[in-house]
């Protein structure tokens, strides 16, 4: 089946996607258009295509060389000095921005059905769908997120993450930050007496023994850092999985 690009006038058949969360939406939805993609991007966990270095230094020559159709990006994923190269080889780049659910789900769709030309996937309906309805408690516990130890880094303001995560009644201690992701340090977030720690596997790889000693006594909830930052398939089952690791901290 023709895949057609409403709104650019052609059809687009090859797609490189500088974007794990993007590269996971398109070959769950049309796998045949992926011709390239990051050393990062790990699911599906046998996708054939090339491999054309990280989300932070790509190989420009390499993707050119796969003469995509549309390069799919991310402001927040890929350097602004990379995606000039691309477009200064002649190639079409779709950047995204995702800071939160619901420019999650109008961006997918842009990507998916306006920019690729795609039929509205079932699974972002089902992404949608499994959302609906959901609503933090009246008093959600205050949490500081760290995403990198060493030094520690910690979600601030206006991340998807932290939108996923007030949605799920979980307040960041550090919304209101001046940056999206401060360093801060140990002392300071013992200091700013959090209710709970939240330790994603990803950027960091936090584990059950790497991280919540740094934070005795305080419950932490270990959770899975794809369905925590990615925006693409396993939003649908996001709720269920980080609602799951939140209850299982918190309980008691």
């Not at 006038?9 to 974007?19: E, K, N, P």
């Not at 850092?225 to 649908?236: D, I, M, N, V």
């Not at 609602?243 to 918190?250: E, M, R, S």
Request: aromatic share 6%.
């Amino acid at each position: 089946m023709a895949h057609l690009n409403r709104g650019r006038g052609r059809a687009v058949r090859r797609v490189v996607s500088l974007v794990p969360s993007l590269t996971e939406a398109v070959a769950a939805t049309a796998p045949e258009l992926l011709v390239g993609a990051t050393d990062w991007c790990t699911h599906p966990a046998d996708l054939p295509v090339a491999r054309i270095g990280g989300t932070k230094n790509p190989d420009v020559a390499a993707v050119a060389a796969l003469a995509p159709d549309l390069v799919l990006a991310n402001e927040e994923e890929n350097r602004p000095a990379d995606l000039d190269a691309l477009r200064a080889a002649g190639l079409t780049v779709l950047v995204t921005e995702v800071r939160s659910l619901p420019q999650a789900f109008t961006e997918l769709d842009r990507m998916l059905t306006g920019a690729c030309g795609l039929p509205r996937p079932d699974w972002l309906d089902a992404a949608e769908a499994a959302w609906r309805g959901i609503a933090p408690g009246p008093r959600p516990p205050r949490a500081v997120v760290p995403i990198w130890r060493r030094p520690w880094m910690v979600l601030g303001r206006d991340t998807f993450a932290g939108d996923l995560l007030a949605r799920l009644g979980v307040a960041n201690a550090y919304a209101a930050h001046t940056e999206r992701y401060p360093r801060v340090p140990l002392p300071d977030l013992l200091a700013a007496r959090p209710d709970l720690v939240v330790l994603p596997d990803e950027p960091y790889r936090f584990t059950a023994g790497d991280g919540p000693e740094s934070f005795p006594g305080l419950p932490a909830a270990l959770v899975s850092g794809r369905h925590l930052t990615w925006y693409g398939p396993s939003l649908a089952t996001a709720p269920a999985v980080l609602g799951g690791a939140l209850a299982a901290a918190t309980a008691g």
